[in-house]
Nanobody
Framework: QVQLVESGGGLVQPGGSLRLSCAAS????????MGWYRQAPGKQRELVAA???????NYADSVKDRFTISRDNDKNTVYLQMNSLKPEEPAVYYC??????????????WGQGTQVTVSS
C-alpha cells in the first residue's frame, strides 16, 4: 500500500501565495513521476504541474511563471509553490504519484485532495 499525505491548502487572498506538499510512503520501489492536478466544482480535473523522475517539469499554460513544482527524492515529496493566485483558481488540488511497487511494475495513486480557496 501507498500513503500520500497532502498539506498546505487553505484560504488566501487574490494575489497571495500558498505552498502545497505531498509526501509518499509505503511499498514503493521507485517513484517515476509526481504531479498536481486540480478540480473546480462542475469542471473536469486538470493538470497543474508534473515532474518526472529525470525529465523536465510540465506546467499548464495558465500557471506558468506563477507556480513552481519541485520534488525531494530523498523524502518522496513533491511541492507546489503557488504565487499570484487568482480568484478563478479555487479548487481541490490533488497529488498524483506514478510509482513502481516492484521492479518492472507501474501504478498510479491519487491523494485525497486539499482545498484551495482564493477570496478577499
Amino acid at each position: 500500500q501507498v500513503q500520500l499525505v497532502e498539506s498546505g491548502g487553505g484560504l488566501v487572498q487574490p494575489g497571495g501565495s500558498l505552498r502545497l506538499s505531498c509526501a509518499a510512503s509505503g511499498s514503493i520501489f521507485r517513484i517515476n513521476a509526481m504531479g498536481w492536478y486540480r478540480q473546480a466544482p462542475g469542471k473536469q480535473r486538470e493538470l497543474v504541474a508534473a515532474v518526472p523522475s529525470g525529465g523536465s517539469t510540465n506546467y499548464a499554460d495558465s500557471v506558468k511563471d506563477r507556480f513552481t513544482i519541485s520534488r525531494d527524492n530523498d523524502k518522496n515529496t513533491v511541492y507546489l509553490q503557488m504565487n499570484s493566485l487568482k480568484p478563478e483558481e479555487p479548487a481541490v488540488y490533488y497529488c498524483k504519484v506514478e510509482y513502481s511497487p516492484s521492479p518492472g511494475s507501474r501504478r498510479i495513486y491519487w491523494g485525497q485532495g486539499t482545498q484551495v480557496t482564493v477570496s478577499s
